[in-house]
């Protein structure tokens, strides 16, 4: 029953982008959602391939040369949020929606490159691991980041009129929630933490800056007065 | 515009991931060595399958479900060290179906593992190994076994997976209805902690045993609801062992082989190497001839691993190191005797010394007359001091008395013991086809036949012949052929220089005609001495090579070495090439990989399934109650105002303030 497996953790990892954009009027924007992920897959696609070639050096190298590399990665990920939220123009979708789309959409295409492959090829072995359990439940985590993350860069870039107090929170949540991908290599690699228990703390944190954001959010609906 | 670029890159990304991935899929692949598969006059013998693709099962789960376990979809692995040879032998004699058999060795038993001592206790236990792998190995050559059998050594991977099934295989039994599940050790047994009807408050913490109960089945609260909390606390008993029954990982073992065909030609490769005597001028007549015979190949339960150091390995050195010695004596004319040396190293040895047979048919009439007597060396590598001669004339024939005694005075000086030991050769039966019908009959009947034969009885009455052995009755048809116990582990190399020693002083002296003189030819320390590094080399290298006649060809690596080892030590090298046998049919397909997997049942595939299909309409629910809630909140409030909001809700008390 490998292909079963397969099925199970496809559900897993790709369900929830499927509820989510059932259950939240995204309905409307379906071509510009289509555009929104061609672009995150090039800059997904451009960070996977540098990351792919930086993986030799990583192991030759001191760690903190790969905190480095990885610093890159996340500047990367913050210019393509900021172009997806700023540039694309959409027909009739709310500044609201609009950070849930792209959010989306990034998670989308992130758990699509970096988690297909290795699902297709390695569930349906006859071998049964955990592993491809707990990448769908990271793919989720990581959704919830996404998410966040692209609420906190609505909030910074095209919600004008914030609160004074809230603004360093915003810039600090942003900032954590956008190394959140360093952070957990370096608890993979640096601290030797094993996978279940680095995917546990992927999904606490995840609920954790999601409810901060959304409390954020929510702060900032309220005009200052 | 610039898809086509992005799509074309993570296709060809995702096709080096599917190929890089492929590689990896097992978590263990063992080398394993399959059963021998013939048939032995149209009788089909052995094991007759080689693919195999079932769960793993041990021995408990047979002693755990008792009769009525269906073990046709599983294979058994059975440690010979544990083995329980009653139940081998009714497993087999009974011809119960299996799905497959994977006997575990010892690694004292492998080919490539050198034994590095050990106590007296350790040998005591390697000889009851050895004996329960003789009785075993006599089991399944003789029987027809329509299942794929095979040998493999203990190791760590092997040792963990056995010990997992095990544990599986324990608490397998299925639940009845009273108990609810096997209780496992350690953990109390859920009908044990049953209390009674009133007591609830106790039935929290007993009840929650494992995770697994309490986070699926049994709901804990402080505050006992009568009936509702009983009915779930049930449930969570039966499904709790239940469930980690079923969760609980089993493995797969796998061996991808093909259909096992037949060898095509089965060859017989007799190698025979002449030394010529020193002929005296002007002496027409033919100089006599002394032959010495070794059988080099064999036959065991595992073609892939019947090395056999000692049947006949020990032979096949004894004889290389006499060819040896004598090359360095002939080659000085001076003292080249007057004697015709001729080595031969004949194959088909296990099915009744076929090579030897068609060698001596196919040898010139003249040179078969010339043979003064032929030596077979035949088992000479075991630690005991005590060999035999086994001639088929008469002991009072002069020139048997002639021959045991130069061995015996020999041996006097050596501090072994010969004794001769006189078989007749049974004449009832001469032709080898009627010898082979009376096998085939015995073995139809299930009995297995006592045909003694060694091989200087193919020489029968016409050329003197004896066959120096260790062992001091012939061994049966297909025994102590070089089998699955008999490897470098059990041979002892001092007792093959002996042996060498022996043979050769005695053929020196008769040669040179010193019988009765006290002299010393092959002396320790001489230039004709016994080289025990040769010995042990070729020991060694015969130790690692399996020498089943019909998976040898005639360029294979070891009829090379001993053609090119003969060619070095004798002056004309003969390789003759004939077909074994039409009696035996052989299959190919001696060993494979064994990939062990580690797989989840279906009820758990079922179980993950319900639970993300429940994850995801929680997921759903609550993102439509939250999004759908929030953004008619949130577009409210940014189309409208706050103010505006406010008011909605002031709007009544307003109208009552305006109204007053």
């Known amino acids: 029953m490998t292909m079963f497996h397969f099925l199970n953790c496809a559900i897993l990892t790709f369900g929830p982008h499927a509820v989510y954009y059932s259950a939240t009027p995204l309905s409307i924007i379906l071509t510009s959602f289509l555009q929104q992920i061609r672009l995150v897959c090039l800059a997904t696609f451009l960070k996977v391939s540098e990351s792919d070639s930086f993986d030799p050096y990583q192991v030759l190298f001191v760690q903190s040369l790969s905190g480095i590399v990885e610093s890159f990665d996340w500047v990367r990920r913050c210019c393509g949020l900021y172009f997806a939220l700023t540039q694309l123009t959409h027909r009739n979708i709310s500044q609201n ?10 998670a989308f295409a992130d758990s699509v490159l970096h988690r297909l492959a290795p699902l297709w090829v390695g569930a349906r072995g006859l071998e049964f691991t955990w592993d491809f359990v707990l ?5 989720n985590a990581n959704l919830v980041l996404c998410l966040s993350l692209a609420a906190l860069g609505s909030l910074i870039w095209l919600r004008k009129n914030k609160p004074k107090t809230l603004i360093p929170i915003i810039y600090a949540c942003a900032g954590i929630v956008a190394t959140m991908p360093s952070i957990t290599s370096y608890l993979k690699r640096g601290l030797g933490w094993h996978f279940p228990k680095v995917v546990g703390f992927e999904l606490f944190t995840s609920l954790v800056m999601a409810f901060i954001s959304w409390q954020l959010f929510t702060a900032c609906q309220r005009p200052s007065n | 515009m610039f898809v086509e670029p992005v799509y074309s890159s993570l296709i060809t ?13 097992a978590v263990t692949v063992v080398d394993v060595y399959r059963l021998v598969q013939y048939d032995l006059g149209g009788v089909p013998l052995g094991s007759r399958l080689a693919a195999l693709s079932h769960h793993a099962g041990s021995s408990l789960y047979l002693s755990s479900a008792g009769a009525a376990a269906d073990l046709s979809r599983t294979v058994l692995i059975l440690p010979v060290r544990e083995l329980n040879l009653t139940f081998i032998r009714d497993y087999i004699g009974q011809r119960k179906p299996l799905g497959g058999l994977l006997l575990l060795l010892p690694p004292v038993f492998s080919p490539q593992h050198s034994d590095s001592g050990g106590g007296a206790d350790q040998d005591s236990a390697k000889d009851l190994v050895k004996e329960v792998l003789i009785e075993v190995e006599r089991l399944l050559i003789h029987a027809n076994i329509p299942y794929p059998v095979y040998f493999g050594f203990e190791d760590e991977a092997v040792h963990a997976m056995l010990g997992d099934v095990k544990k599986n295989d324990i608490t397998g039994q299925p639940a009845t209805a009273t108990t609810g599940g096997q209780s496992e050790p350690g953990h109390p047994s859920p009908s044990d902690q049953r209390p009674p009807l009133g007591n609830f408050n106790n039935y929290a913490s007993k009840v929650q045993q494992s995770p697994l109960d309490s986070l699926l089945c049994v709901r804990l609260s402080d505050e006992p609801i009568a009936f509702g909390y009983q009915r779930w606390a049930l449930i969570g008993r039966r499904c709790g062992p239940w469930l980690r029954r079923r969760a609980a990982k089993s493995y797969k073992l796998v061996v991808a082989a093909p259909e096992p065909r037949k060898v095509a030609s089965p060859a017989i490769i007799n190698i025979q190497g002449w030394l010529p005597g020193l002929k005296a001028d002007g002496d027409s007549n033919q100089l006599p001839t002394i032959a010495i015979v070794a059988s080099y190949d064999t036959f065991g339960a595992a073609p892939a691993l019947s090395v056999g150091s000692d049947s006949n390995g020990s032979g096949v050195v004894a004889l290389l190191e006499i060819a040896r010695l004598f090359s360095i004596l002939y080659s000085n004319p001076k003292t080249r ?14 099915y009744n010394y076929n090579g030897t047979h068609k060698w001596l048919r196919s040898m010139d009439q003249r040179l078969r007359e010339t043979i003064d007597y032929a030596i077979c060396l035949n088992s000479i590598g075991s630690s005991s001091n005590e060999l035999w001669l086994h001639v088929s004339k008469p002991p009072e024939n002069a020139y048997i008395k002639q021959i045991f005694e130069g061995f015996s005075t020999v041996s006097e000086e050596l501090g072994l013991k010969v004794g001769l030991k006189h078989k007749k050769i049974n004449i009832s039966n001469p032709r080898e086809s009627q010898m082979l019908s009376f096998i085939c009959l015995a073995l139809r009947t299930g009995y297995v036949p006592i ?3 060694w091989e200087h009885e193919q020489f029968s009455l016409r050329v003197t012949a004896a066959t120096l052995s260790e062992l001091s009755v012939a061994p049966d048809f297909l025994e102590s052929t070089g089998g699955l116990s008999d490897n470098r582990n059990f041979i002892n190399e001092a007792s093959i220089s002996r042996s060498v020693k022996l043979v050769a002083e005695s053929l020196a002296r008769h040669i040179y005609g010193q019988q009765g003189k006290s002299i010393d030819i092959f002396a320790d320390h001489s230039s004709l001495s016994i080289n025990p590094s040769y010995i042990r080399s070729w020991v060694e290298f015969l130790s690692t090579t399996p020498r089943v006649a019909p998976f040898l060809s005639k360029n294979d690596p070891l009829i090379v070495a001993l053609k090119k080892e003969l060619a070095d030590h004798t002056v004309e090298v003969n390789v003759q090439q004939e077909l074994l046998d039409g009696m035996f049919t052989f299959y190919d397909s001696t060993s494979g990989r064994l990939h062990i997997y580690q797989v989840a049942s279906v009820t758990f595939d079922l179980i993950l399934l319900l639970v993300l299909a429940s994850y995801l309409i929680v997921l759903f629910s609550f993102l439509v109650i939250l999004t759908r809630v929030i953004s008619m909140l949130a577009d409210y409030v940014f189309e409208q105002g706050l103010d505006d909001l406010i008011s909605l809700f002031r709007r009544p008390s307003s109208r009552k303030v305006k109204t007053a």
Not at chain 1, 135 to 139: D, I, N, S, T, V
Not at chain 2, 340 to 350: A, D, H, I, K, R
Request: aromatic letters at 8%.
């Open chain 1, 97 to 106: 929606h609009k950070f849930q789309a792209v959010g989306l959409g990034w």
């Open chain 1, 135 to 139: 990448q769908g439940l990271e793919a």
């Open chain 2, 13 to 25: 990304l995702l096709i080096i991931v599917v190929a890089c991935a492929e590689l990896c899929d």
């Open chain 2, 337 to 350: 005797g007057r004697y015709n040396l001729l080595f031969v190293l004949t194959s088909g040895g296990p």
């Open chain 2, 451 to 453: 045909c003694m034969v």
